[in-house]
C-alpha cells in the first residue's frame, strides 16, 4: 500500500511548495549572446576550442597536484620521509592551476557578479553597461599583460629545488589575461551590434 505525500482531505495551503528552477537566476537572456559554449557552438571557433582545451588541462592539472600533494601526506605518514621538490611542484602546479581556471571561467561567464540592475534593463541598455564593463576590462587586462612582459623579460632565475625556469611560472599570468582581454574584445564588439541593431538576427550567429 503507497501513501501519497498529500492525502485527499488535506487542506491546499499545507501542501509542500513548488521549488523555482534556479535557473531563473543563474540565467541571464541578457548575456547570452556574450558566453561561450561549446556544447552549442556558441562563440567563435578559437575561443571554444581553447576554453575545451584549458578545462582538460585544469583536469591534468588537478589530479597532478592531488597525486603529488599525496605522495607527500602517505610519505610523511608511513614511511617518516617525504620528497623535498614536490611541494615546490605543488606550488608551481597551483599556480597554473588558478590562473588557467580564472581564463575558462571568464569565457563561459561563471566568475561571480552583481547583476540584479543589468537584469531588469531592456537588451540595448543591458548591452551598453557590458560594452562598459569588458571594455574596463580589456583596459586591465592590457595594463596586466605589459606587466607581465616586463616580469617575464627581466627573470632570469630558477626555482631553489627543481631549477624550473621562474619565468616559465609568470607565463600563466600573462596566457591567462591575454585571452581575457581577447574574450573582453569580442564581447565588446557582440555589445555593440547589439545596441545599434537589437532585433538583427546575424547577432545570434556569435561570430561563428
Known amino acids: 500500500m503507497t501513501s501519497s505525500s498529500t492525502p485527499p482531505n488535506a487542506d491546499p495551503s499545507l501542501a509542500a511548495p513548488i521549488m523555482e528552477d534556479p535557473s531563473v537566476y543563474l540565467?541571464?537572456?541578457?548575456r547570452?549572446?556574450?558566453?561561450?559554449d561549446t556544447d552549442t557552438r556558441q562563440g567563435p571557433a578559437l575561443f571554444r576550442w581553447l576554453t575545451l582545451g584549458m578545462e582538460y588541462l585544469i583536469g591534468m592539472i588537478l589530479v597532478a597536484l592531488i597525486?603529488?600533494?599525496?605522495?607527500?601526506v602517505v610519505g610523511r605518514s608511513l614511511f617518516n620521509h617525504s620528497l623535498p621538490w614536490v611541494d615546490e611542484l605543488a606550488r608551481m602546479l597551483f599556480i597554473?592551476?588558478?590562473?588557467?581556471?580564472?581564463?575558462?571561467?571568464?569565457?563561459?561567464?561563471?566568475?561571480?557578479a552583481v547583476d540584479a540592475l543589468v537584469r531588469r534593463l531592456p537588451l540595448r541598455f543591458a548591452h551598453m553597461l557590458y560594452c562598459l564593463q569588458h571594455l574596463i576590462?580589456?583596459?586591465?587586462?592590457?595594463?596586466?599583460?605589459?606587466g607581465g612582459y616586463q616580469v617575464l623579460?627581466?627573470?632570469?632565475?630558477?626555482?631553489?629545488?627543481?631549477?624550473?625556469?621562474l619565468s616559465l611560472v609568470s607565463l600563466s599570468l600573462v596566457l591567462c589575461v591575454a585571452f581575457i582581454?581577447?574574450?573582453s574584445l569580442w564581447r565588446v564588439w557582440m555589445s555593440i551590434r547589439v545596441i545599434v541593431q537589437p532585433h538583427d538576427p546575424s547577432t545570434k550567429a556569435q561570430g561563428e
Open 27 to 30: 540565467d541571464d537572456p541578457n
Open 32 to 36: 547570452k549572446l556574450l558566453e561561450i
Open 67 to 72: 597525486v603529488a600533494v599525496s605522495s607527500n
Open 96 to 112: 597554473w592551476l588558478v590562473f588557467i581556471g580564472a581564463a575558462a571561467a571568464f569565457a563561459r561567464y561563471e566568475h561571480i
Open 137 to 146: 576590462i580589456t583596459g586591465l587586462m592590457l595594463v596586466m599583460v605589459f
Open 153 to 165: 623579460s627581466r627573470s632570469s632565475g630558477r626555482s631553489a629545488i627543481m631549477g624550473v625556469p
Open 181 to 183: 582581454a581577447a574574450v
